[in-house]
């Protein structure tokens, strides 16, 4: 969920809603919320995620990224993509970029206008959406991870994105838009697929990972 002044802004995998949550307004007479406007995705559009800067909401789709006003819902531009969706979308300064694979790369459009800025190339990118952590002894995710699971390991913050692609870990320099640096994961069983997930704090990269059965945090 969203919020853009008096809205709350909510949506599935075809819509977006907006509605009025200050008390007291914009009740009908049967007593539900009347929506403040609702946007219907075009045809073949399917949303894979959401992210808001400013007044401007950004929707992910498998191979268009489209752009919304928050507060009256009309779309600003809408963008085809090269690649499918990965993750994202971030944003930086006046620009939003968002992960894609199949090719794997880091697509870079100017905020306002959705003009593409760059497609950046990156060595490639890990499939598996498991957690590290939270998984049964069968492997499988357990009920309580099953969010957790459905998330490709990605870390954005600082003016950094760093992704794996099973083996190395690279990072992008989001504002000069090129890879800063690649280095390969150690302490790794080689017969497994590794799982991880990152995060980014204080100029460091936090990563969580299987260590054959003992899990280490580096």
Known sequence: MFIQGEQAIVHGR????ALRWGEGKDLRKDG???????????LGFEIQAVGQCGEVLVLSGRSSTLALSSRTGEIIWDSGEVGEYYA??????????SVRKSPSEVS??????????SRLSVPG?????KHPVFAGESGEQTPAAAEAAEAYPVAYGEGTLVVVDG?????????KRELRWSRPADKLDPSVD?????WIDSGRVFVLKPYYSVLENL
């Open 194 to 198: 590794a799982a991880y997930r990152m």
């Open 125 to 129: 990118l890990s499939t598996n959406r």
């Open 32 to 42: 539900k919320k009347e929506k403040a406007w609702h946007f219907r995705v075009p």
């Open 14 to 17: 075809y819509d977006v809603v």
């Open 108 to 117: 870079f459009r100017r905020l306002g206008t959705g003009r593409l800025l």
């Open 167 to 175: 083996r190395t870990f690279h990072a992008v320099d989001v504002l």
């Open 88 to 97: 994202g979308p971030y944003f930086n300064e006046d620009q939003v970029f």
